[in-house]
């Protein structure tokens, strides 16, 4: 059975909490036909509600990337969660690239004051995190039931520290300390000097690799714990998100 774990910083420390939620989600269709990926309904609530009571008690700001049926989405999340003064960047969905560029825009929103984490809208977490250093969510297999997804690029750990990322040479069969995506960024200031540089040197069409040009330079420059995910639920696709709402319903 699906427990929620809210997040708590052991140091009382509060999170720009970003939420990539741009996406087109054209892999989930037709459940994305007129809802965009972070409203399809799992279990009781809608797939937001699982990320944003995750994160709420360490977040001082919340912001969420949208693009595709922005409205629906900014409108929902403002009606319900008021309290907590959700923030969101905008992309066209002309613009929509990937998550480089839609953290491009959502750390304009962001203090530089302030700690980020950053996750993805299709990853439901059971796990317990450890925010209080940087970090990132790697993929760690296990026997209990979850939905993992592919994972493009895989993290080399030493001594608990990831050293660097790489491409994941054979996507299908390899998750351990595969990359979710999942980070957590102590320097915020970093951050933004890694990916504005990234986004500047680019071509306006050309993407910003989120992955290799802004994590994998984040990581080569600070300590990052590499913290392993075995209750996680990535719902990107049809059959994936068939599947967590088994488990999040009680079904399996």
């Known amino acids: 059975m699906f427990k929620e774990t809210p997040l708590f910083s052991i140091t009382n420390q509060k999170f720009n909490v970003i939420i990539l939620a741009a996406g087109l989600g054209t892999r989930l269709k037709p459940a994305t036909d007129y809802v965009p990926k972070a409203l399809i309904r799992i279990g009781k609530d809608r797939a937001i509600d699982y990320s944003v009571r995750k994160y709420q008690y360490i977040a001082n700001r919340i912001i969420i990337a949208t693009g595709y049926s922005a409205d629906l989405l900014e409108n ?22 990937g998550p480089g560029r839609s953290l491009v825009y959502a750390l304009d929103y962001a203090s530089s004051k302030l700690p980020t984490l950053i996750t ?34 895989v993290a080399v750990v030493e001594e608990e520290t990831v050293m660097d990322l790489v491409k994941n040479k054979d996507i299908k069969n390899i998750k351990e300390n595969g990359f979710t995506g999942i980070a957590v960024c ?45 209750k996680i639920f990535e719902f990107g696709a049809g059959d994936t998100l068939e599947k967590t709402r088994k488990y999040i319903n009680g079904s399996s």
């Open 76 to 97: 929902y999340v403002r009606g319900k969660y008021s309290s907590l003064n959700p923030m969101f960047s905008r992309e066209h969905i002309s613009e929509l690239q």
């Open 120 to 153: 993805f809208c299709d990853y439901i977490i059971e796990d317990y995190m450890s925010v209080d250093s940087d970090m990132l969510g790697l993929c760690k297999p296990n026997k209990e039931p979850s939905v993992l997804g592919t994972y493009d690029s």
């Open 186 to 230: 102590q320097n915020t200031m970093l951050l933004k000097s890694i990916i504005y540089s990234a986004a500047l040197s680019r071509r306006p069409d050309e993407n910003v690799d989120y992955t290799f040009d802004v994590i994998r330079e984040y990581i080569l420059k600070v300590k990052t714990i590499a913290h392993p995910l075995s």
